[in-house]
């Protein structure tokens, strides 16, 4: 069974910055497109970063490009989303997501298989 764990988040003040990390466990053997997604109240959920552990290929939103970058650590299927220079747009519920070897659309929620609990990242003014 694939889970996925989430650590980091948290709150900060405006051009703060903050680490989210996410790493699949159940599952060492496949490679996941794998990242995360954002959802503030009253908004659709939006991709931000997903990067592909086999490979390196990496997808960020026009949004956060320049500000979030995210990387693959040390583990095969654990990723890192390193968020700098937030602004109070940024504050939302930041939720992990995975999908194994293969995706189409990388910001579409439907490609997802995977989901993690969700950690509230605040960016106060």
């Known amino acids: 069974q694939v889970l996925l764990v989430e650590s980091g988040g948290g709150s900060v003040q405006a051009g703060g910055s903050l680490r989210l990390s996410c790493a699949v466990s159940?599952?060492?053997?496949?490679?996941?497109?794998m990242g995360w997604f954002r959802q503030a109240p009253g908004k659709e959920r939006e991709g931000v970063a997903i990067?592909?552990?086999?490979?390196?290929?990496?997808y960020t939103a026009a949004s956060v490009k320049g500000r979030f970058t995210i990387s693959q650590d040390n583990a095969k299927n654990s990723v890192s989303l390193q968020m700098n220079s937030l602004k109070p747009e940024d504050t939302a519920m930041y939720y992990c997501?995975?999908?194994?070897?293969?995706?189409?659309?990388?910001?579409?929620?439907?490609?997802?298989?995977?989901w993690g609990q969700g950690t509230q990242v605040s960016v106060s003014s």
């Open positions: 159940g599952d060492i053997y496949s490679s996941f497109y």
């Open positions: 990067r592909y552990t086999g490979g390196g290929t990496t």
């Open positions: 997501a995975a999908k194994k070897w293969y995706i189409n659309i990388w910001n579409a929620t439907r490609e997802y298989d995977y």
